[in-house]
């Protein structure tokens, strides 16, 4: 299995930027699809962004497209959200998720679909 740590929340003004790590271990990070989830208070687990094993296909929710950016570096074995133009509604725990995958450039959306789930991380966006 997989092991996966997220670092790098924290508190940001409004407008500002933070970029997640997701940093995996345990086995070839090149074969899992991986994604990055939110959970803010009292709200439903959302989908936020995902990746194919390659890096060359992404997806992102609505709410974060044009915003956030994700990216993988698979020889370093860690994932990344780029997240700029932070709002306070992005205030969230944010995880990353891996599964894996053979298709190289699949992507998955469902949270339902990843087996491999990070601890999580705060971010807190002030207005």
């Known amino acids: 299995q997989v092991q996966l740590i997220e670092s790098g929340g924290g508190l940001v003004q409004a407008g500002g930027s933070l970029r997640l790590s997701c940093a995996a271990s345990g086995r070839t990070f090149s074969n899992y699809a991986m994604g990055w989830f939110r959970q803010a208070p009292g709200k439903e687990r959302e989908f936020v962004a995902a990746v194919s094993r390659s890096g060359a296909r992404t997806l992102y929710a609505d709410s974060v497209k044009g915003r956030f950016t994700i990216s993988r570096d698979n020889a370093k074995n860690t994932g990344y959200l780029q997240m700029n133009s932070l709002k306070p509604d992005d205030t969230a725990v944010y995880s990353c998720?891996?599964?894996?995958?053979?298709?190289?450039?699949?992507?998955?959306?469902?949270?339902?679909?990843?087996?491999?789930w990070g601890q999580g991380t705060q971010v807190t966006v002030s207005s």
């Open positions: 998720a891996a599964d894996f995958i053979t298709a190289p450039h699949n992507i998955l959306r469902d949270a339902r679909a990843y087996d491999y």
